[in-house]
């Protein structure tokens, strides 16, 4: 055997050396609540304050005892963790009750059908795959009936005006079967055009082949570019999901005759697989989607007939002080995805829900995983369910207070220190605290981290050794630091941030860079 302490590191050796560089390579040995803990030297338990919330998976904490309980309990009585290929009730309980939620938070009148999965980024390219089969099919059908159409106006034998050869770019000596052969030419086109997704700039749906064409971050999707689907990205800004649509417009040329004589109209053929957004951007640097935005997203998906993937995966289950962060501004996708949360903080899984008058039932023919939909998650997904709902949502309430508590404390933060943060940002418990640039700071160490994207990194190693205090920003937002505690977080945790931040904010005031740094 091999002991830790001399060991070569062969398990991601790269991260490792990183982490040791700005004093983040902690091992934690028990967590509960919002503490975690590493030992000291002595072996004696030392509790760290922890606001990453496993990047907003433990919207009640590390290792509830409810939970663990209920992981116990269904372990004891040897509940079948793996019995693919079988009925799965309690997966249909909790379908059910994800859409009693939806129906209550989104007004939504049709059910949604559940698929499982394990983990986000698999919620993400569940619902890529399925976009994309509804989207084959719905060009199937529109090719079918463009063809029929085609054939009974030839049965008919209309007359062919110029302006049909001209259009068509065919002499004007053009017969009926050249225009036929043309416009079949041409739709084809239309009907092989491959599959665009649109996502919004800044957003985050996971880092496997297909999902990371949808993450924005270009140093996590550009190597990777070859792999599958390309995404557009679209500003979260008024006017941009129109002008998208648009530019990925496909039409196919369907013929009428009136009074004997050919035209020729158009119609739209689907390319746009599906537009994903977030709620509230987490990775990107907690921004949370405009209202305006939101409501044109919805109404030029419907026109164009593109569904709207919601990714809820790391807003959702309550956090934001509803189940859905959606449900805020009121955007009903036609796909919701669930993660991180559902799990418990003890299980892995995933829900990705589907609309019914979307719902393609063959898709779950064509896709399953060992893993998915295993009865230990699904259970620890019933019960946290069960804990956000019970007592008239007592859990979202508590979110909403709790988030209020600690945005009111970083906002005094920023009023003390408006030279050093420069944004406050979020809703419930799901914050950001952005800094302002250091990029042309005249201290080197701050400059310096500044501009290779890893000033966040610095302040959180800071705060970890410093005070405790545990927060990350993303490699997206690296000015920004997020928090994402449970909802049971203390006053005393937000005095021990506010503090805490307070002390960083005075050494970026002094550009007291050296001070940052690991000893
Ligand atoms: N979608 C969103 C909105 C996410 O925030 C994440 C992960 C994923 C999908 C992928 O989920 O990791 O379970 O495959 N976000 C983390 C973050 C990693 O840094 O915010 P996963």
């Known amino acids: 055997m091999v002991t830790p302490t001399t060991a070569p590191e062969l398990a991601e050796p790269h991260l490792r050396g990183l982490l040791a560089s700005i004093g983040l390579d902690v091992e934690y040995v028990r967590g509960s609540g919002d503490t975690l803990y590493y030992r000291d030297t002595d072996g004696a338990e030392i509790p760290v304050l922890d606001l990453v919330g496993g990047y907003g998976s433990l919207v009640f904490g590390h290792n509830h005892p409810r939970l663990v309980e209920r992981a116990r309990e269904l372990l004891e009585q040897q509940v079948p963790v793996h019995a693919q290929f079988s009925y799965h009730p309690y997966a249909n309980e909790l379908a059910h009750e994800l859409n009693t939620v939806l129906r209550r938070e989104l007004g939504v009148d049709e059910p949604y059908h559940a698929l499982f999965g394990n983990s986000g980024a698999e919620a993400v390219e569940i619902a890529m795959k399925h976009a994309e089969l509804d989207r084959v099919v719905r060009v199937g059908a529109l090719r079918a009936r463009v063809a029929e159409t085609w054939a009974a106006v030839q049965a008919s034998a209309p007359a062919v005006p110029a302006d049909v050869t001209e259009r068509l770019e065919l002499p004007d000596t053009a017969t009926l079967d050249d225009v036929v052969a043309a416009a079949a030419r041409l739709n084809e086109e239309s009907f092989t055009r491959a599959p665009v997704f649109l996502a919004l700039e800044g957003g985050f749906h996971g880092k496997l082949a297909g999902s990371v064409q949808l993450t924005h971050n270009p140093g996590y999707r550009m190597p990777f570019s070859a792999l599958a689907a ?197 809703e419930g418990l799901m914050l950001g605290v952005e800094f302002a640039d250091l990029t042309a700071s005249p201290d080197p160490v701050l400059a310096e981290n500044a501009a290779h994207g890893l000033i966040g990194y610095v302040l959180a190693g800071h705060l970890l050794r410093r005070h405790a205090v545990r927060v990350f920003p993303t490699a997206s937002a690296p000015h920004t630091l997020r928090a994402e505690p449970s909802i049971y977080l203390t006053d005393e945790a937000i005095t021990q941030f506010g503090s805490a931040l307070r002390e960083l904010c005075g050494l970026l005031r002094k550009e007291d860079g050296a001070a940052l740094l690991p000893v």
């Open 230 to 426: 390309q995404a557009r990205f679209v500003p979260a800004a008024p006017g941009a999901t129109a002008a998208a649509a648009d530019a990925e417009r496909a039409e196919v040329i369907v013929p009428e005759v009136v009074d004997g004589v050919l035209r020729l109209t158009v119609e739209r053929s689907p390319v746009v697989a599906a537009l994903f957004v977030e709620p509230v951007q987490g990775e990107g640097g907690i921004r949370v989607l405009d209202r305006t935005v939101a409501a044109e997203i919805r109404s030029v998906a419907d026109e164009a007939g593109f569904p709207v993937v919601v990714d809820e995966v790391q807003s959702g289950m309550g956090r934001t002080g509803r189940f859905f962060a959606a449900a805020h501004s009121g955007l009903a996708g036609d796909y919701v995805l669930l993660a991180k949360g559902i799990g418990g903080g003890v299980a892995k899984s995933s829900v990705t829900l589907i609309r019914g008058s979307r719902y393609q039932g063959d898709f779950e023919l064509v896709h399953s995983s060992t893993f998915a939909k295993d009865a230990f998650s699904v259970h620890i997904g019933l019960e946290v369910l069960r804990m956000l709902e019970e007592d008239g949502g007592a859990a979202y309430a508590r979110a909403a207070e709790r988030g209020a508590a600690l945005r009111a404390e970083l906002e005094a933060v920023r009023a003390e220190f408006p030279d050093v943060v420069s944004d406050v940002r979020g």
